[in-house]
Nanobody, 124 residues
Framework: QMQLTESGGRLVQTGGSLRLSCAANGRPFRAYGAAWFRQAPGKEREFVATISTDGLRTDLGDSVKGRFTISRDNVRNTVSLQMNRLTPEDTAVYYC?????????????????WGQGTQVTVSS
C-alpha cells in the first residue's frame, strides 16, 4: 500500500499563487507516475497535471496550461503543484494520485492510490 498526504491548500485571492505538496510513503514512489486531479462541488473529477517517474515527462490539463507546473522529488518522495494566476474557477478539492503507469496518465481510472485531498478556495 501507498499512503499519499496532500498539504498546502488554503484560501487565496484571485491572481494569487499557491503551492500544493503531496508526500508519499509505503512504496517506492520513484516507481510510480503521479498526478493531481481536482473536484469542484457538483462537478466531476478533473485532470490537472501528471508527471512521469523520472520527472522528465509532464502533461497539463487545458484549463491550467501556462499557469500550473507539476514537479517531483524522488529523494523526498513528494510531488508538488505550483499554481499561479489563480481564478475562482480553480476552487476545488485537489487530490494527489499515483499510478503504476510510469509515464503518467490523465485518466483517473488508471490510478491505484489517492490522497484525501486538500481544499483550495480562490476568492474573487
Amino acid at each position: 500500500q501507498m499512503q499519499l498526504t496532500e498539504s498546502g491548500g488554503r484560501l487565496v485571492q484571485t491572481g494569487g499563487s499557491l503551492r500544493l505538496s503531496c508526500a508519499a510513503n509505503g512504496r517506492p514512489f520513484r516507481a510510480y507516475g503521479a498526478a493531481w486531479f481536482r473536484q469542484a462541488p457538483g462537478k466531476e473529477r478533473e485532470f490537472v497535471a501528471t508527471i512521469s517517474t523520472d520527472g522528465l515527462r509532464t502533461d497539463l490539463g487545458d484549463s491550467v496550461k501556462g499557469r500550473f507546473t507539476i514537479s517531483r522529488d524522488n529523494v523526498r518522495n513528494t510531488v508538488s503543484l505550483q499554481m499561479n494566476r489563480l481564478t475562482p474557477e480553480d476552487t476545488a478539492v485537489y487530490y494527489c494520485a499515483a499510478t503504476g503507469q510510469g509515464r503518467g496518465t490523465a485518466y483517473s481510472y488508471e490510478y491505484d492510490y489517492w490522497g484525501q485531498g486538500t481544499q483550495v478556495t480562490v476568492s474573487s
